[in-house]
């Protein structure tokens, strides 16, 4: 698969809490790391994004009093995962693994910044409808062919590789560089999500320059 100038790749959430010793480590995410790097020197544009939730989120088991993973709540956008607190602003947690080497990136988008509301999507919060601004950007660089990676495969890759193909983006999830949070079902429902959608999964050997 040759890559075009319309291409960008996106890297989701490759932070400290996220990867292992962090507060909501997805197993192995670091093994990942060096051919993400190698990857990213292939594409001409690449774009990050950061979960970087205040205080007290929504999202946090704590602010509810209830236990991480296993409980949820229903939020007035639907029902919500609770997970340990993580990659709160500021924080070390929150901070881009210092093995990522990405020169080159031209956007970090940040996400999940409204208490209220959580943001798995790239381009959506988890409302649906209220968007990042991913979308006009990509729109206004003419960039529409997008290769996801990055962390968790059945949460935010999903999330966002989802939302892309609906906003009329060509998505591409390279599988051998994401991996999943795997809570009971979730990898499954990503997959029948992604057949559902059309989105393509593929490993990263078939890109090439």
């Not at 939020?75 to 080497?101: F, N, S």
């Not at 999940?112 to 601004?133: C, H, M, V």
């Not at 990509?138 to 997008?146: A, F, G, I, V, Y």
């Amino acid at each position: 698969m040759h890559l075009l100038p319309t291409d960008a790749l996106l890297i989701i959430d490759m932070q400290n809490d996220f990867l292992p010793g962090g507060s909501l480590a997805v197993a192995n995410s670091d093994q990942i790391i060096p051919d993400l790097n190698a990857l990213a020197d292939r594409f001409e544009h690449v774009i990050v994004t950061q979960d970087w939730h205040p205080t007290h989120h929504i999202s946090f088991a704590s602010t509810h009093h209830k236990q991480p993973f296993t409980d949820t709540i229903e939020a007035p956008y639907g029902t919500q995962h609770l997970w340990p607190d993580h990659c709160i602003q500021g924080t070390h947690g929150a901070e881009l693994h210092p093995d990522l080497d990405l020169p080159h990136v031209e956007l970090i988008l940040r996400k999940g910044f409204r208490k209220q509301i959580d943001s798995y999507s790239a381009f959506l919060e988890n409302d649906r409808t209220t968007p990042t601004g991913l979308a006009g950007y990509l729109r206004e660089r003419k960039l529409n062919r997008l290769f996801f990676t990055g962390v968790a495969y059945d949460f935010c890759v999903g999330f966002s590789a989802l939302a892309a193909a609906q906003l009329g983006f060509e998505a591409i999830v390279l599988e051998d560089l994401t991996r999943p949070v795997d809570l009971p079902g979730s990898v499954e429902s990503t997959n029948h999500a992604f057949a559902e959608a059309g989105i393509q999964r593929f490993s990263s050997a078939v890109v090439s320059q």
